[in-house]
């Protein structure tokens, strides 16, 4: 298991989960759960074989601890290019319908530009991670959780400081992972799904705008989200996202995500809620024009955990990739350097 690797510049768009469409609630709410973008990774390495801040070659799977053996997770990121060497990590874990490219075309420079390691994980069965097509569910709440506590737990043993950063779904995969770990520095929930779920979440958007609901149903029932950039834009993006940015989403999303494996199931996830909330600095932090998180979302979220959200103007649900991701970015990047372990 190792996790150096060299970022990858041209953003890697992923793909989406086929929701199983049986209630319109399930519908709506699989808008959150994760597919992949795309082909098998090559090099495996296992991780106590190189130090984390040793270059190694541009592509790294990790093999969590006690996972069945087809189980290689993608890793992307590496160690601070500037500043002194730093022992403070930053990982980075996707949510819906995509992989560890989603940090890799600005978040993961930002961060070691600014002097941290960082990391994005791609969730099993997801990314450029090894792929059983032949399961209907990539994972449970606590199969992924389970990986990145051991993802983690790799870095620690490497002597380094580990925030875990979760966006969307992934937010309750890193909170359930965060119950695990009594070492973790620190926890940024980025547009989370809140602890209990996002049964709230649905109920108030059929409220709220029941046509844009169906319409958001009907576009992952059907998948028009990879031919109806609109539905794309209006799902993830803001109106200042470059058409390109968006047309490459859709195609990766289209070509990168077979019809089968989701990340979770989601009448299963029911019975893992609600997950513990986090004992250790925690930042809650989402966008005002988040299609999908809204802000009753974020303030229950926050509330769990007694601290203020940040509520960043203009940023969409993709927080990390839209036009306005360098405020999200700031806004992270002064967090941790207010807490005790983020200054490099």
Not at 208 to 215: E, G, K, T
Request: proline share 5%.
């Amino acid at each position: 298991r190792v996790c150096q690797v060299a970022s990858r510049r041209p953003a890697l768009f992923q793909a989406f989960n086929k929701p199983d469409g049986r209630v319109a609630m399930t519908a709506i709410a699989t808008i959150m759960v994760g597919r992949r973008f795309a082909s098998s990774a090559s090099n495996r390495f296992t991780g106590r074989l190189r130090n984390v801040l040793h270059a190694v070659p541009p592509q790294n799977l990790f093999v969590p601890d006690n996972a069945e053996a087809d189980v290689e997770l993608e890793v992307l990121g590496g160690a601070a290019t500037a500043g002194k060497p730093c022992n403070v990590s930053l990982v980075c874990i996707h949510g819906s319908y995509h992989a560890a490219w989603c940090y890799d075309r600005y978040f993961l420079a930002f961060f070691r530009e600014k002097g941290f390691n960082a990391y994005a994980l791609s969730l099993r069965g997801q990314g450029n991670g090894k792929k059983n097509e032949k399961k209907p569910v990539a994972g449970t709440l606590e199969e992924h959780a389970a990986d990145v506590a051991s993802f983690v737990a790799h870095l620690e043993g490497q002597g380094q400081q580990v925030i875990l950063l979760g966006h969307s779904f992934g937010g309750l995969i890193t909170l359930q992972a965060a119950a695990a770990l009594k070492n973790l520095a620190g926890l940024i929930l980025l547009c989370s799904v809140p602890p209990s779920g996002n049964v709230g979440i649905i109920l108030r958007s059929l409220f709220r705008a029941p046509l844009q609901a169906f319409r958001i149903t009907w576009g992952f029932i059907s998948r028009s989200f990879e031919s109806d950039a609109d539905l794309c834009r209006e799902i993830f993006f803001d109106k200042a996202t470059p058409l390109v940015d968006v047309e490459e989403c859709m195609r990766l999303m289209k070509t990168g995500c077979p019809q089968g494996t989701r990340l979770l199931d989601l009448r299963q996830l029911q019975r893992s809620l609600p997950v513990p909330t986090c004992t250790k600095p925690v930042l809650v932090l989402g966008g005002r024009d988040d299609a999908i998180v809204d802000l009753e979302a974020l303030e229950e979220t926050a509330k769990a955990h007694q601290v203020k959200p940040i509520v960043l103007e203009g940023v969409p649900h993709d927080a990390m990739l839209s036009s306005r991701w360098r405020s999200a970015a700031e806004a992270i990047l002064s967090w941790l350097e207010n807490q005790d372990f983020g200054t490099p």
